[in-house]
């Protein structure tokens, strides 16, 4: 009931069009039903699609999405280890994290293969434009991982599914940081980066300054630093999910401000190791 019908803007979606010619040539007689989804949708409504074919016969769910998009190949090719692991493990909790246009495309055809068993696989490709084009130094490129899911002989090539790390250095949002925030958004200080840093399992930043429920503010030019609790959402938008809190700033707002450092980080589920009063 929730399905609008419009021919004319599957027209104008690549990723749909540039797949009929060769699905035209191998398989002339397939009737085709594109579905495009936004990105707004979320994980239970998806399900509910996948529910309303899984009864179907003769039936193949196709997904077709971008990976790593606008990124270098050498920072692509972090993303796409996590992608291609999640994927062929279906780790459902990790699918919404991956860096690809739209996971939850991802998430509906390995839901369908997942409930019809159709568990083994065989890689057909996997690239970088990039290396396709033969420009290594190309500062935005985009991958593809193209796998097929379905039950009897078929050829499970070993991937590289370790976990993938970025560690970065000291993170301050007072002073002239917080000043820009106001200005400009909360989110300002990573917004550059952020999708260099999500898709990848851990990323790791010292926290340089307690995190406290009424911040002071201590001046333009101290060197006594403390943030507010919005910070949390900035730090899980750009994937931050482990901070550092043995540093020389953590105890500026003293001891009750490192506990509520660390109360505020486990609410929003980002991991912490360092304790200051220790060392």
């Known amino acids: 009931d929730n399905f609008i019908f419009n021919t004319a803007t599957i027209n104008f979606d690549h990723g749909i069009t540039n797949l009929l010619p060769y699905i035209n040539s191998y398989l002339p007689q397939v009737e085709i039903l594109p579905i495009l989804v936004p990105k707004n949708i979320e994980r239970g409504q998806i399900i509910d699609l996948i529910q309303n074919l899984i009864n179907q016969s ?45 996971w939850q495309c991802i998430y509906g055809a390995r839901l369908y293969s997942s409930l019809k068993s159709q568990e083994d696989y065989e890689i057909v490709g996997s690239d970088n434009s990039a290396m396709i084009v033969n420009d290594s130094h190309a500062d935005s490129t985009t991958s593809y991982f193209s796998v097929i899911f379905g039950q009897g002989q078929f050829k499970q090539t070993k991937l590289n599914k370790a976990k993938t790390f970025i560690f970065v250095g000291d993170m301050m949002f007072d002073r002239g940081v917080k000043a820009l925030s106001v200005q400009n958004s909360i989110y300002y200080p990573l917004v550059n980066i952020k999708i260099f840093l999500r898709g990848v399992d851990y990323v790791l930043a010292n926290l340089e300054g307690p995190i406290v429920k009424k911040p002071q503010d201590f001046g333009t030019h101290s060197l006594i630093f403390n943030f507010g609790p919005e910070i949390i959402p900035v730090l899980q938008d750009a994937n931050i999910n482990i901070v550092t809190l043995a540093n020389n700033h953590i105890l500026n707002r003293r001891e009750e401000g490192f506990k509520e450092t660390k109360d505020f980080l486990s609410s929003g589920g980002i991991d912490f190791s360092g304790d200051a009063l220790k060392c």
């Open 58 to 102: 003769k039936l193949m769910v196709v997904a077709s999405t971008d990976f790593s998009h606008y990124l270098p190949a050498s920072a692509a090719d972090l993303h796409d280890i996590k992608s291609q692991r999640a994927i062929l493990d279906f780790d459902v909790t990790q699918i919404e994290k991956l860096d690809v246009d739209c």
